[in-house]
Nanobody, 121 residues
Framework: QVQVVESGGGLVQPGGSLRLFCTASGSIFSIYTMGWYRQAPGKQRELVASISGGDTNYIDSVKGRFTISRDNAKNTVYLQMNSLKPEDTAVYYC????????????????WGEGTQVTVSS
């Protein structure tokens, strides 16, 4: 079917940067929206940023620090995270809203398993 895989997480000091990668593969006809979510311990999963066509959307807490971008030819979305803060620590998940290349075709959202981002000195 469709697989979504994230990478690029790790441990970084406050003020540092990380770049997350997410690639969707498999029976894909087209991808509508791709998004990055995060979930910190004891908190609900929240949308961090999304991209659909040329439109991007960010939660207020990351505006000016994070940038989402996309390579449609590679079915890949990136999240450049700068000026990281301890409160950015979370598991970051990617999802893709996909038109699946099967007969009959259908549309569904697929999730990756997440990548850990830890911001600590």
């Amino acid at each position: 079917q469709v697989q979504v895989v994230e990478s690029g997480g790790g441990l970084v000091q406050p003020g540092g940067s990380l770049r997350l990668f997410c690639t969707a593969s498999g029976s894909i006809f087209s991808i509508y929206t791709m998004g990055w979510y995060r979930q910190a311990p004891g908190k609900q999963r929240e949308l961090v940023a999304s991209i659909s066509g040329g439109d991007t959307n960010y939660i207020d807490s990351v505006k000016g620090r994070f940038t989402i971008s996309r390579d449609n030819a590679k079915n890949t979305v990136y999240l450049q995270m700068n000026s990281l803060k301890p409160e950015d620590t979370a598991v970051y998940y990617c999802n893709a809203d996909v038109q699946v290349r099967e007969r009959p075709t259908y549309r569904s959202v697929f999730w990756g398993e997440g990548t850990q981002v830890t911001v600590s000195s």
